[in-house]
T-cell receptor, first 114, second 112 residues
Framework: DVKVTQSSRYLVKRTGEKVFLECVQD?????MFWYRQDPGLGLRLIYF???????EKGDIPEGYSVSREKKERFSLILESASTNQTSMYLC?????????????FGNGTRLTVT | QKEVEQNSGPLSVPEGAIASLNCTYS??????FFWYRQYSGKSPELIMS????GDKEDGRFTAQLNKASQYVSLLIRDSQPSDSATYLC????????????FGTGTLLAVQP
């Protein structure tokens, strides 16, 4: 069974803080993704990575950056947290030969920025 | 712009009835489709995947795909209150990327 682990279930941060969200997967998947989910807006892709040190912008990358130094780990960084970044953040992974493979999600991190 | 569209609901069905959830997609390149169930406050979990035209059955769930009409559906037979959740439809982006495009989800409420 694929396991995607997000380091925190709930986080509360202050405006202007630098925030790190960590995600680890144990299935040697090449592709990793960060989404945020807000009521009425669905899942929106922030960034994804198809290999170590490689990254691609998703639909809403502004205010975020990512890091992938090791294949199993994909970090999302909020350089200076703002209240409009309060959201549920979901990490996911998928193998490279992924035509028939689903995304596997972590349990999510509920981030509140005050 | 590639899109996946779902009716947001809520779709309310009585216990034991068939729930029918629908999804349309805009990109003919999309080849594979996935249905996820998401309980409130939890992350999405895979219910079904489908790649070929026609029906695919798994227990109480049946996924249906019509590529000519660009239409995917999920039928839930003998609906139970525990099926009450948001159901997300996702389409594979196709091409060299490995992204999925998600609809905004349909909220299903099964009334006891």
């Amino acid at each position: 069974d694929v396991k995607v682990t997000q380091s925190s279930r709930y986080l509360v941060k202050r405006t202007g803080e630098k925030v790190f969200l960590e995600c680890v997967q144990d299935m040697d998947h090449e592709n990793m993704f960060w989404y945020r989910q807000d009521p009425g807006l669905g899942l929106r892709l922030i960034y994804f990575s198809y290999d170590v040190k490689m990254k691609e912008k998703g639909d809403i990358p502004e205010g975020y950056s990512v890091s992938r130094e090791k294949k199993e780990r994909f970090s999302l960084i909020l350089e200076s947290a703002s209240t409009n970044q309060t959201s549920m953040y979901l990490c996911a992974s998928r193998p490279q030969s992924s035509y028939n493979s689903p995304l596997h999600f972590g349990n999510g991190t509920r981030l509140t920025v005050t | 712009q590639k899109e996946v569209e779902q009716n947001s609901g809520p779709l309310s069905v009585p216990e034991g009835a068939i729930a029918s959830l629908n999804c349309t997609y805009s990109d003919r390149v999309s080849q594979s489709f996935f249905w996820y169930r998401q309980y409130s406050g939890k992350s999405p979990e895979l219910i079904m995947s489908i790649y070929s035209n026609g029906d695919k059955e798994d227990g109480r769930f049946t996924a249906q795909l019509n590529k000519a009409s660009q239409y995917v559906s999920l039928l839930i037979r003998d609906s139970q209150p525990s099926d009450s959740a948001t159901y997300l439809c996702a389409a594979d982006y196709g091409g060299a990327t490995n992204k999925l495009i998600f609809g905004t989800g349909t909220l299903l409420a099964v009334q006891p």
